[in-house]
């Protein structure tokens, strides 16, 4: 009989310092005593503090900045939690903070989506995974959308099932929303499976500003979202370029039905590319299409 517990995704409600780092702290030590290896994935000014209160335990855990790696929600699973689980064959135990007081409107949708994936993504895998939130600064919003994306809820000393917990992929079309009309001035450009050199052109000329490696990062990931629109559409989109400071937009539209990101699988990888290239995507499909926007130099 397999006596490995089955894979648990659970949120911590904490609301001052000593409640994280006596959450995280005891969940930190049970993995080490039990041999298992341990992320902890937080915003940097928490991991300093958790060091001191681990000791001689945190030698054994890998500490991420969670607001440079996670800086886009799309990123956290592949880049960061199943980077880490895919390293080893045990039993592993993470902690991601996705939401911290600061996170941007346009980004909240993402990080909503990201933790409900997180219920598909890791089904059946032999690990925990706990998501602090910081229940004094964040908006009640947040803590219910916490409540439906983890089937437990720790606050305080209760460590309950959550009886607002809602099938992932139901939460995740809640939050496919529209996205904020491009600029008037935005650079539009159709394409077809012909004019792709010519669409990579542009995109690099167009975000002459970046650093050279971001401009190629860009090109990259538009490429691989018109890749997608001919090949999964209708064979041709639109793409769409606009500058918001010092960061590139574009996004790429299509007549598609779209497709969710695959973990483990080719289906859908593209789009996992295109999360680790840049800063921030956001997807909206409706009856009419598909559009994928993506933020690079944020």
Known sequence: MNSVAPFAHEALFYRDEDTF??????????GVDSGEPVLV???????GPL???????????HFIDMTEAGRNPGRIIPGVLMAFSASTQRRFRMIGEPMWPGRTALEYPAC??????INTAFEGRPGVILCPYDASALAGHVLEDARRTHPVVI?????VASEWYTDPSGLADIYNVPLPPPPPDAAEHPFTVGTLAHLRQLVSQYA?????????DLV??????????????SGRGVLRMWREGGTAVCEVSDAGAG???????????GIVMVNLLCDLVRTHTSHSGTTVRVYLGR
């Open 51 to 61: 060091r001191d209160r681990l000791g001689e335990q945190a030698d054994q855990v």
């Open 155 to 159: 606050d305080g000393e209760r460590r």
């Open 112 to 117: 909503v989506q990201h933790e409900a994936l």
């Open 259 to 269: 497709f969710p990101p695959s973990f483990t699988g080719l289906s859908g990888f």
């Open 220 to 233: 990259l990931a538009v490429n691989e979202l018109a890749t997608n629109s001919i090949l999964h559409a």
């Open 208 to 216: 002459h500003w970046l650093r050279r490696e971001q401009i190629d």
């Open 41 to 47: 994935a937080v915003p940097e000014a928490s991991i």
């Open 21 to 30: 780092l006596s959450g995280t702290a005891r969940f930190v030590a049970d």
